[in-house]
């Protein structure tokens, strides 16, 4: 009974379409053109659809991942420019931004800044692993509303753009006036500014 049912729909189907394919063979050629100027708005609308859709595939949402990256990478340089010097004057504050920007650069440290921010080396004298950045291994409150944070950010984004002249040019160290590191006498001396000795 189905197959019977399923064979005359698909006999009608095959009928209707042998009868317009005769239709259109012998038919008079003179309503030609006005079927094809009927049909342009289909075929215009059809490609825009295409082509929407096409674009939309493409599209990897790379430009909103690297937003999301500069922006990041931006808040680890101002926090530790917050963390190392805000009690610094500005020139201080971007000193200490270019060495976290030189690091970067060199290929002896990581290749983000975060990852820069974050890192640690051997200790000799401790036997341990201790963080580049001391703060980075404290927990340690960050006052976001604070016109220290908004110093830290406006200098972090400045030195992230290259906007700004080089104060301590190839420097890749720096440590406190108070105190005397072991690696300090095998450094070269860059600058002197405010409470930090910065080295190469």
């Known amino acids: 009974m189905l197959r019977s049912l399923f064979y005359g729909v698909r006999g009608w189907f095959v ?11 012998l038919r008079d050629r003179g309503d ?25 595939s493409t599209y990897d949402g790379s430009q909103i991942d690297a937003g999301k ?9 101002a926090e530790n420019i917050y963390f190392e010097a805000r009690g610094e004057t500005l020139k201080g504050q971007y000193a200490v931004a ?8 060199s290929p002896y440290f990581p290749d983000t800044i975060c990852e820069v921010v974050h890192d ?6 401790r036997r341990q692993l201790v963080a580049h ?19 830290a950010m406006d ?8 906007y700004y002249e080089p104060v301590v040019p190839d420097a890749l160290f720096y440590h406190a006036t108070s105190v005397n590191p072991y690696w300090a006498s095998s450094k070269k001396v860059v600058a002197r500014i405010g409470n930090h000795i910065f080295y190469r």
């Open 155 to 162: 200098v972090a984004t400045t030195v992230y753009h290259g």
């Open 69 to 77: 990256l500069r922006a990041r990478e931006i808040r680890c340089l």
């Open 133 to 151: 950045f001391s703060w980075t291994a404290l927990k340690l409150r960050l006052e976001s509303g604070s016109p220290a944070w908004k110093q």
């Open 32 to 56: 030609a053109p006005f079927f094809a100027f009927l049909s342009l708005p289909f075929i215009a609308v059809g490609l825009i659809v295409y082509f929407a859709y096409a674009a939309r």
């Open 120 to 125: 640690t080396r051997w200790d000799r004298s």
């Open 15 to 25: 009928l209707r379409r042998r009868r317009l394919a005769m239709y259109w063979a």
């Open 98 to 105: 270019e060495v976290t920007m030189n690091r970067l650069a």
